[in-house]
């Protein structure tokens, strides 16, 4: 399963987050060493990008329950038993959803767990509200998530459209 940014034609786009992708995995990127305000520090250029594709795009791990027949759980170890007091979970749930067929109602899934995956912008006071709608897009096979977060002024500080592929549905896993 893959989450990328799409443009209103459905088409992917390029949006430049501040993390290196190598096709598999993501990792923080960092300035060149001749960056001149700061060498070597971790790229902020587009922290909200950043965010959202970090909060969606990582697995949260889960309870024994929620685990599919055959899954093994998935995400940070240390998420099952070493939370702090004003810590919570990193990921969302959404790697759930990738055996699950894009049947009726799923679309209330993806919605919860995006807004799950992102409520840490809210308690950090990084954002006032965030909003998620999620649609089902049979003829693309992919779910597209429309993600906007709000200061609290209620002005729109960040918008993006998102599409979950189901790559294993095209044979591309």
């Known amino acids: 399963m893959r989450?990328?940014?799409i443009d209103d034609s459905g088409a992917e786009i390029w949006r430049a987050p501040d993390l290196v992708w190598n096709g598999v995995t993501a990792d923080l990127a960092i300035n060149a060493l001749t960056h001149p305000t700061a060498p070597g520090d971790f790229t902020a250029e587009q922290a909200l990008a950043t965010q959202v594709l970090?909060?969606?795009m990582t697995d949260r791990r889960v309870e024994e329950s929620e685990l599919p027949p055959g899954e093994m759980n998935r995400g940070w170890i240390g998420d099952s038993y070493d939370i702090g007091e004003h810590e919570t979970p990193i990921g969302s749930r959404l790697w759930l959803l990738r055996r699950k067929a894009l049947t009726e109602g799923i679309e209330y899934l993806a919605e919860a767990y995006a807004k799950e995956a992102l409520q840490?912008?809210?308690?950090?006071?990084?954002?006032?509200?965030i909003t998620v709608s999620a649609t089902a897009n049979r003829t693309e096979n992919r779910l597209e998530l429309d993600i906007a977060l709000y200061a609290r002024s209620g002005q729109s500080v960040f918008a993006e459209r998102y599409a979950i592929i189901w790559d294993q549905v095209k044979a591309l896993s």
Not at 120 to 129: G, K, T
């Open 120 to 129: 840490p912008l809210i308690d950090q006071e990084a954002v006032a509200s």
């Open 54 to 56: 970090i909060a969606l």
């Open 3 to 5: 989450i990328i940014p």
